[in-house]
């Protein structure tokens, strides 16, 4: 043990007078300070964790003749960079570097120094850092059966398909969520992938996740994926679900993400691997299952960045692990951006108020250890669609605190927000588009421009709701005419991600968010047409019974496109466009109306008779 060796690695100081036989410090400076459980390494856990490597020291304690007039020097040494992942855990291997969050080797120090002034008083106030070996109480695994390390690793699929998996992520995947930093992550995979039992169980739910997210968005036919489908038993591969086999896995897979993290205690012991796990756990729960499941835990990992100060600057960082925690915040507030947007039952705006620093508009390749290269061109960046969402971020939340708040009817208001949209359209029209037309040689400059104008028409949808119906005194038919021009824009945006094949890598996106968008704007279209008998009613019923057919075929892919589904046929029908839905168990009432109380705040509430008792009436007179 390199607790044992301190003697070694530093001369430890004399002191005048009656010399007696030194014994070795049971804690550093640094957790006795902290009153926290040291592991007497050098340095230990602890300041590892809190990123103090050079403030950890372990004082000579001498016997009682050593003169009080004479000040006690802390003994400072180098830490090695091979000791920089972190003590593990009784319950899970011990982490190595290549899985802690900070890769760089630690930088020595100068032999002694002095605590400046109020370091007591500063570091009692501290939150303190989850000990390894703190009892699990809290943890839900720790009174049930625990899943061996080996069985967790045996349930990823063969490394030619991890490989394949990880690289479509960055290829396809990434710039929409860019919370990694590729080179970082792909020497933390080469690590596990020659050492995989030192792997720390946080980053192994990671890789989990992001493996789901990745296998969701492939096809099932894809060659690639044979070595999968070959190791999976036949009731999964031949079984008689509609559920296709990739969403099928890809759930599974992600399950054993949650697993890893409830395993490794995430509840009471985090690293940062834990919070860009939570991450990408939320943000597929909000592509592939439901925004709303990740809820809760959307408040964990806030909580949990918190924990881990990635929301302030630490000036002891460099900079590929600054611009990882930057990332990280940013993707955070991007996933609350859904939840603002889509259920607008809490104010987030308290968010704005954590004045976290940006990450970098630059490229992975772009940041190094000894610090960021700043691009001169003007062309968008790995970071730019995400620069971009968190300047929707931040209007989305201005707008939604807006039309929830006493001022929704302000018409100025209403003309400043609808600039404000306009402007960022206007950037992503220069940034994504060749003279108003898709860039057929980047495809994936397009699917981002697509996901964007998502937003912008969604918050045109929000904003002007108030004022679409000519029932209500303070109607505006300019709020109509957005409503109807967002909402086809939005259905046609959906009808292109089905249908374009330049978009064809982004199917994927139609199994979430997306959908709930289009749904939104199916309800707000509705609604204007019942209203106005002045527009060709055909043409826009046509686009709703088109993405009730597309909403019909992604069923099986998507439970958000079901409930979609049996909530615009039922609409359909209420219209006079098309059948009632029939009494099979396919849409029993108490589920459809389940499933409209998320849709309630998206209708006038005058407009709407919620009359359980008689007929269902989705525009009542």
């Known amino acids: 043990m390199l607790g044992n060796n301190l003697a070694h690695n530093g001369a430890i100081q004399q002191v005048p007078g009656f010399l007696r036989r030194k014994r070795k410090a049971v804690n550093c400076e640094e957790c006795r300070r902290s009153k926290l459980r040291c592991d007497r390494q050098n340095p230990c856990g602890a300041c590892k964790r809190r990123k103090r490597e ?7 304690l001498s ?24 003590a593990g855990s009784p319950s899970t291997p011990r982490r190595k570097g290549v899985f802690s969050s900070t890769l760089r080797p630690e930088q020595p120090t100068s032999g002694l120094e002095k605590s400046p002034p109020g370091v007591h008083w500063e570091t009692v106030l501290e939150r303190p850092v989850p000990e390894e070996d703190v009892n699990d109480t809290l943890s839900p695994l720790s009174i049930g059966p625990r899943i061996s390390l080996q069985e967790m690793i045996d349930s990823l699929p063969p490394k030619s398909c991890c490989d394949y998996l990880v690289s479509h992520f960055f290829k396809h995947i990434s710039a929409l969520f860019p919370i990694l930093h590729g080179p970082t992550f792909q020497k933390q995979y080469t690590a596990f992938m020659q050492r995989p039992h030192d792997v ?25 994926l044979a070595c999968v489908w070959s190791q999976l038993p036949s009731s999964v591969t031949q079984g008689a679900s509609t559920v296709p086999v ?32 939570l991450l990408m756990v939320i943000y597929s729960l909000s592509h592939n299952e439901s925004v709303d499941q990740g809820w809760a835990l959307l408040g964990m990992a806030l909580n949990i960045g918190i924990a881990l100060r990635c929301n302030v600057e630490q000036k002891n960082m460099g900079p590929i692990e600054t611009e990882r925690r930057r990332r990280c ?39 190094t250890s000894e610090g960021i290269v700043q691009q001169s061109c003007s062309e968008p960046t790995q970071m730019s669609v995400m620069m ?16 929830s708040g006493p001022s929704r009817l302000d018409q100025q208001a209403l003309r400043n927000f609808d600039a404000a949209i306009a402007d960022e359209q206007k950037q992503w029209d220069a940034a994504y588009m060749v003279d108003g037309s898709p860039n057929i040689l980047d495809s994936n400059r397009y699917a981002y421009w697509c996901v964007l104008q998502t937003y912008a028409h969604h918050l045109y949808l929000l904003l002007h709701r108030p004022f679409h119906h000519s029932k209500v005194p303070y109607f505006l038919p ?3 005419e957005r409503c109807i021009s967002s909402s086809t824009a939005l259905i046609s945006l959906h009808r292109q991600l089905y249908e374009a094949p330049i978009l064809r890598d982004y199917f994927w996106l139609l199994s979430g968010v997306t959908s709930l968008k289009a749904l939104h704007a199916a309800v707000a279209l509705n609604s204007c047409l019942q209203d106005d008998t002045e527009h060709n009613l055909d043409s826009f019923r046509g686009e709703i019974e088109s993405l009730i057919a597309r909403m019909a075929d992604l069923s099986s892919r998507s439970h958000i496109c079901l409930r979609a589904y049996r909530i615009l046929r039922h609409l359909q029908a209420q219209a006079g466009t098309g059948d009632a839905p029939t009494g099979s168990s396919e849409t029993p009432f108490e589920n459809l109306f389940e499933d409209l109380t998320d849709i309630r705040e998206w209708m006038d509430a005058d407009l709407v008779d919620w009359n359980l008792d008689g007929q269902f009436n989705v525009f009542a007179p």
């Open 54 to 60: 050079s403030s950890c020291s372990y004082e000579a």
């Open 63 to 86: 016997g009682p003749s050593v003169s009080r007039k004479t000040r006690r020097q802390p003994v400072t040494t180098s830490a090695s960079p091979a000791l920089n992942g972190g």
């Open 200 to 224: 720390d169980l946080p980053w192994l739910a990671l890789l989990f996740a992001l493996c789901s997210l990745s296998l969701n968005t492939l096809d099932e036919s894809d060659p690639r």
């Open 246 to 277: 990739t969403v099928s896995v890809s759930r599974r897979l992600l399950r054993t993400a949650i697993t890893c993290l409830l395993q490794g205690d995430f509840l009471i012991r985090h690293t940062f691997s834990t919070f860009e796990a």
């Open 329 to 367: 915040w940013a993707g955070l507030l991007t996933l609350h951006t859904y939840q603002g947007m889509l259920f607008r039952d809490f104010d987030m705006s308290y968010l704005l108020s954590i004045e976290a620093p940006l990450p970098a508009d630059v490229n992975d390749v772009d940041i």
């Open 388 to 403: 971009a969402k968190l300047r929707l971020f931040r209007l989305s939340t201005q707008i939604c605190r807006h039309t």
């Open 478 to 480: 300019m709020s109509r």
